[in-house]
């Protein structure tokens, strides 16, 4: 009985691969984490990266959460961290930067960020 469960569950993923591909639209069947879309909007809304730090922060196809990004760091799958250091980044923190509710450090120092049109130095 079990053998058939587990066929019929290898069926179901590859009926629902067999599917993405038909309609083209894998960004449906793999899809990047919450955590990973706070983290694009702080992305966006940095205005200067001079040295190309953010470049691999993305929603490639199959990327499902953002451990692999440069600068991230993550336990059991989830952002605790965020260190960007020194690489002179210039624009607004974005507040979605508070969805990722298991940080537990930003290092920010020796880049320019502005709050509500204040500028904060680190």
């Not at 993405?20 to 960004?27: D, I, K, R, S």
């Not at 809304?45 to 470049?55: E, H, K």
């Not at 953002?66 to 600068?71: E, K, L, Q, Y």
Request: with cysteine; aromatic share 10%.
């Amino acid at each position: 009985m079990m053998e058939h469960f587990r066929l019929e569950r290898h069926q179901l993923l590859t009926l629902t691969l067999i599917i993405c591909l038909h309609f083209q639209n894998l960004n449906s069947c793999f899809s990047l984490n919450d955590e990973g879309f706070s983290l694009l909007r702080f992305r966006d809304r940095v205005i200067n990266d001079p040295s190309g730090a953010l470049t691999n922060w993305n929603d490639d196809l199959g990327v499902t959460n953002p451990c692999s990004w440069f600068g991230v760091g993550c336990s059991k799958g989830h952002v605790i961290s965020l260190n960007l250091i020194n690489l002179r980044l210039r624009g607004t923190l974005a507040p979605d930067l508070g969805n990722l509710s298991r940080l537990k450090s930003i290092i920010l120092r020796n880049n320019s960020f502005y709050v509500n049109h204040q500028r904060l130095y680190y």
